[in-house]
């Protein structure tokens, strides 16, 4: 990421030309281009109509073609899902390209495709009030854009309705060209084959799979399957390895297998027999744990305290549809794992799509819930009822009161009947126009072509659409330049940026550093080596810092590691004893758990939803619909700040908390000046008087260059805190720091100044 930081050199200089300066000095943000050339590998997903000259859309980066970019075509013609190469230079935030070569698919890790494919299947979900989104389709998920287009030959596109799909594989997402509805009987089988690829399922380990990350290619068992952006992982039974037995659901294309889901498992140690079935609960055990006779679809099974029984979809009761894993002993059914599953994996007839009850959708905070989820909900005002057949999903982050959620229904003389409620984020139940929310996140795209970069910005993930109103602060705007942005949600659902403020002050170091808190598992007698905090390799060096100022290193003791991730090894900065606060574990008397913090940026998140593997701070973690989301500090992107509290099971991070930060030097204030300590209280004096802060754990303290202490010159970064109007003056108001930085003695000159 490029942008304009304060060096400590710059500080020194700025310190020796404002001491006589009798005011402080506010600096915009900015930067100065260079003309140095740059180069970018990805996939071409879009490109100029009629000739190379124009707009490029590369790997999620836009460039700008003109009569001076050289083009190589050595490798193939330059086409849509062909891995691409370009060298560019950074023109007032423009990526303007100098050379654009084909290159061999491999390059970009992934395979491309121009050859188009088909696909023909049920319309199972699609994005509500638009077809701009993902079309979950026989079990598949396509990217529809607003180039797909929609053809209504047989009747409208709705759920439950038979469609094919014409569509190219690009960056490892399947991207729709054409939809079109198709006679009902197209979807079903024929001669006993069906017309659509099967999902089925198979068990195995893991002989080999991607070295970098979880997309690529998995060889289970001898077979290669193909995971994608959509491929949905779970890790509950362990980490992916080498070696690992697994679980993979996958539909055949082309001759490929596309795995929709890749999960650990524990049943490959006893042995090939394992078995899976759908169907509905007929008759429970009438035992407090569930244990005895099942009757499930006719066949009755076993369940034992060994059992598995999980809940994702809504309690164990008579007419729920599950899934059910099992063994055969002799002809009894010894039931492996049971969990609930979505009515219509069990032919549960939600909604034809044909002539039965309208399909409705509504969008609100839910205000009253059963407990155990079945019973009379009661969302924005509206009451709707759910069944052991409604379908519960929390990829959004837990139901609770006050958390925003989305109900699919129908209406007759019964009232509402809830078929599915989904967590959203909290912004999609905003009232149009009226609330304000706000995120920071990194810009993925943006609409250079347009005067003013009017038009839809992509940041963090997430599309925000920029008009004449917007006001646009501290640019140059450019792909990868962290922003805060200020948005209100448009009475389609859509989100419109009222502000997007640059933040030229973190860059690439930053976005590497991270910190966490965490009990010692394991370290190295002369300390310079491998560190094990909260289940966590951290590599202390002969540059590392170490103290003790609230007791001795040792196997349980609670303490600090600011670190840095450099190319996945986690090196630490400094190691130093916490309260044992710092460390408290989490549970109940009876039941404790030991719990870790970490601090750090979003890398990498689900592609739908909150829910599964994460990377923050070069660390992976296991979201689950348990984790507890908090937005306080704007929308969970990419590119977001946020403190994760995590558990260690079955040597996999599972996070029990996300919840978001202002970034560290993302605040609205800077100060220069000395550093006053009275007490447990910081403040920093510069000219305009002096301006306390407080420091959370969120707070990076660096004393890289000099130790933080009374008279020391430092630079602060803070925001106002909530409450205060989002206003701090010079003097008198609390700032909460983002970062604190020692400047080195041989600086120590009296520089009272702030910047905003």
Avoid at 160 to 176: L, M, P
Avoid at 261 to 282: A, H, L, P, W
Avoid at 391 to 400: K, M
Avoid at 433 to 439: L, M, N, P, R
Wanted: one cysteine or more; glycine letters at 12%; hydrophobic letters at 35%.
């Amino acid at each position: 990421m490029k942008g304009v930081k304060l060096s400590l050199g710059i500080v020194a200089l700025l310190m020796v030309l404002l001491l006589a300066l009798p005011m402080a000095v506010a600096l915009a943000d900015g930067a100065s281009n260079d003309d140095n050339t740059l180069e970018y590998m990805g996939i071409v997903e879009a490109m100029p109509a009629g000739g190379l000259t124009g707009e490029w859309r590369i790997g999620g980066k836009t460039f700008q073609a003109n009569q001076n970019t050289a083009f190589d075509q050595e490798h193939g013609p330059l086409a849509a899902g062909v891995c691409a190469k370009v060298e560019y230079t950074l023109n007032n935030g423009v990526n303007v390209a100098v050379k654009i070569e084909s290159k061999e698919a491999y390059e970009c890790g992934g395979r491309n495709t121009t050859s188009t494919l088909e696909f023909k299947g049920t319309v199972e979900d699609k994005p509500a009030g638009t077809n701009v989104g993902t079309w979950t389709i026989s079990g598949v998920d396509f990217e529809a854009t607003s180039n797909t287009q929609f053809q209504t030959t047989h009747g409208p596109i709705v759920v439950g309705t038979c469609v094919d799909v014409k569509y190219v594989v690009q960056a490892n997402q399947n991207v729709a060209i054409r939809i079109e509805s198709q006679d009902p009987s197209d979807c079903q089988s024929q001669g006993g084959q069906p017309q659509n690829p099967v999902k089925q399922e198979v068990y195995g380990t893991v002989e080999a799979m991607p070295s970098n990350g979880l997309i690529g290619t998995w060889r289970v068992n001898g077979v290669e399957y193909q995971a994608t952006n959509t491929t949905i992982f779970e890790q509950l039974e362990g980490t992916f390895a080498v070696g690992v037995c697994v679980e993979i659901e996958y539909v055949v294309q082309n001759n490929v297998r596309l795995a929709l889901k890749i999960r650990t498992e524990d049943f490959c140690s006893v042995g090939t027999n394992v078995q899976r079935d759908y169907g509905v609960v007929q008759s429970l055990p009438n035992t407090s744990d569930l244990t005895g006779t099942w009757t499930i679809d006719g066949h009755q099974y076993q369940v034992t305290t060994t059992t598995q029984l999980d809940t994702p979809h809504g309690p164990f009761a008579v007419g729920a549809c599950v899934e059910v894993e099992y063994q055969l002993n002799g002809t009894t059914r010894q039931a492996l794992q049971i969990r609930t599953e979505s009515a219509d994996e069990c032919g549960v007839p939600v909604d034809d799509g044909h002539g039965g009850s309208q399909m409705l959708e509504a969008k609100g905070l839910i205000e009253v819930m059963p407990q155990g989820l079945v019973g009379v909900w009661t969302i924005a005002g509206q009451t709707y009822t759910a069944t052991a057949q409604t379908r519960f999903e929390q990829d959004h982050g837990l139901f609770e009161v006050g958390r925003c959620v989305e109900v699919k229904y129908t209406e007759g003389t019964s009232g509402r009947q809830a078929h599915k409620i989904e967590t959203k984020r909290q912004q999609e139940c905003g009232q149009p126009g009226s609330a304000t929310y706000e995120a920071y996140g990194v810009v993925e795209a943006l609409p250079i072509t347009s005067p003013g970069l009017l038009g839809t910005w992509t940041i963090g993930g997430v599309d925000y659409e920029v008009t004449q109103t917007t006001q646009l602060k501290h640019g140059p705007f450019s792909v990868g330049l962290l922003v805060k942005v200020k948005f209100t949600v448009n009475p389609d659902g859509t989100f419109r940026a009222l502000e997007i403020e640059g933040k030229h002050a973190v860059d690439d170091s930053d976005f590497s550093l991270a910190q966490v808190y965490g009990r010692i598992d394991a370290y190295p007698a002369n300390w310079i080596g491998e560190w094990i905090v909260g289940g966590v390799s951290y590599t202390a060096t002969n540059t590392t810092k170490f103290e003790q100022g609230h007791g001795n290193f040792g196997v349980g003791a609670c303490v600090k590691v600011r670190y840095v991730d450099r190319n996945s090894t986690r090196e630490a900065v400094k190691i130093e004893t916490e309260d044992d606060a710092k460390c408290a574990s989490g549970g109940t008397s009876t039941n404790p758990i030991t719990t870790t913090r970490l601090y750090g940026f979003v890398e990498q998140m689900p592609a739908q939803g909150f829910v599964g593997t994460w990377q923050v701070g070069g660390v992976l973690f296991e979201v689950t619909a348990a984790t507890r989301i908090t937005e306080e500090h704007g929308a969970l992107v990419e590119g977001a700040f946020v403190k994760v509290e995590y558990m260690r099971q079955n040597n996999i991070n599972v996070a029990l908390e996300i919840e978001t930060h202002v970034p560290p030097e993302a605040g609205q204030y800077t100060f220069i000046g000395t550093l006053q300590q009275n007490g447990t209280g910081w403040s920093v004096k510069s000219v305009g008087g002096t301006t306390p802060f407080t420091v959370t754990d969120a707070t990076i303290l660096d004393d890289s260059h000099a130790p933080l202490v009374d008279g020391q010159p430092v630079v602060v970064n803070g925001y106002a805190p909530a409450g205060s109007g989002g206003v701090a003056r010079l003097s008198g108001a609390s700032i909460v720091a983002t970062r604190v930085t020692a400047i080195a003695a041989f600086y120590n000159v009296y520089l009272p100044m702030m910047i905003r």
